[in-house]
């Protein structure tokens, strides 16, 4: 139930900073001055993405080997497209794109993924993707 929680708010977090509305502008002020991302265009929110889950979310098994990307490279793109300064985040590290963090974690099941979050909370993302659950499919439970 906690998990579920968490995940709630990481979503209501997520549409409302990420994503504003009523003509709300990311300014210097509302983003951490450490990581000095300014937007291209002022009503084009910065975005801090930290992708949260097992190995799909890492990108593990992606060929070939060394452009573990998964889903992340093709979103990170996405938006950069769209004139928004895109800044992926997490502890974890893989795959052949420059700004290649996550919190990937292969293997993980969803009760673990709740743990993932100590690590990388403190780069503040403003949009949180779960991707959580086969692994438990996988094992029945």
């Not at 975005?47 to 990307?69: V, Y």
Request: proline share 6%.
């Amino acid at each position: 139930m906690r998990l579920i929680s968490v995940i709630a708010q990481c979503a209501i977090l997520s549409t409302t900073t990420a994503f504003p509305s009523g003509g709300a502008l990311v300014t210097e002020d509302s983003i951490s001055p450490a990581a000095e991302l300014i937007s291209r265009k002022a009503d084009i929110p910065v975005l801090r993405i930290m992708p949260l889950g097992a190995s799909i979310t890492a990108g593990s098994g992606d060929e070939p080997k060394g452009k573990e990307n998964g889903y992340r490279k093709p979103l990170r793109d996405y938006y950069r497209f769209r004139e928004h300064v895109v800044n992926m985040v997490g502890c974890q590290k893989l795959g052949s794109m420059k700004d290649n963090d996550h919190e990937g974690h292969p293997g993980a099941l969803t009760e673990e993924v709740l743990g993932f979050l100590k690590c990388s909370i403190k780069f503040k993302p403003n949009v949180v993707l779960i991707n959580a659950g086969t692994n438990d499919a996988r094992q029945g439970g």
